[in-house]
């Protein structure tokens, strides 16, 4: 009886890309861990990757995915940035942003060499803000199950790698099953 409930919460997620959005603090992460939990407790966590893309907290902002200890599924990150947070102008702040892309690219080659059918991706703007959608997509389509959160909100001033992490992430959510939190 317990293992048909869990199924009932992974079969909306199953098979599809779903997106959770939301502004900074809004639970994008939580909602995404409440997911991961119902598939490991359905016995899929060998089936598993998750590339975290979240820098560690900073000024309560951020932080990774809290991966219960001894699970068999592939965890995947790197050190990453927070930009707008730890920039000093606009032209470090994109710097940042560019190395972020860099370190997740060479996550996506990993994962890419142990795939895995389900993926989760902990904050993909830090990606989106100066990395190529296409290779995010491309990386995506390599898993048939894909559940992914992104920041989406007006908490950072208006600057050109806001406004393009906002373009993609418009378009990341047209392609997707999407959540608000």
């Known amino acids: ?20 959005v939301g502004d900074v603090n809004s639970g994008k992460t939580f909602f995404t861990l ?11 966590a060998e089936d598993i990757a998750i590339l975290d ?5 900073i000024r309560g902002i951020g932080g990774k ?5 001894d699970c068999p599924l592939l965890y995947l990150t790197a050190s990453i940035s927070a930009p707008r ?3 000093k102008n606009e032209a470090h702040t994109l710097e940042l942003a560019e190395e972020n892309a860099h370190q997740a690219e ?22 989106l803000q100066a990395g190529s959608m296409e290779c ?15 920041y989406y909100g007006n908490i950072f001033a208006d600057s050109a790698l806001t406004r393009r992490e906002k373009q993609l992430t418009e378009r990341l959510m047209k392609k997707a099953e999407c959540f608000m939190v």
């Not at 409440?34 to 899929?44: H, N, T």
């Not at 995010?136 to 992104?150: E, G, K, R, V, Y």
Request: glycine share 2%.
């Open 65 to 69: 995915m809290q991966i219960p200890p």
């Open 106 to 127: 060479m996550l996506f080659m990993k994962f890419q060499q142990q795939k895995r059918e389900i993926l989760f991706v902990n904050d993909a703007t830090l990606y």
């Open 53 to 57: 893309l979240a820098p560690n907290p």
């Open 34 to 44: 409440e997911i991961l939990q119902a598939f490991l407790e359905a016995g899929y």
């Open 85 to 87: 947070l730890m920039g």
């Open 1 to 20: 009886m317990e293992s048909e409930k869990w199924m009932d919460n992974i079969l909306k997620y199953l098979n599809k890309r779903t997106l959770i």
């Open 136 to 150: 995010f997509l491309d990386m995506l389509d390599a898993a048939s199950t894909q559940i992914i959160n992104a």
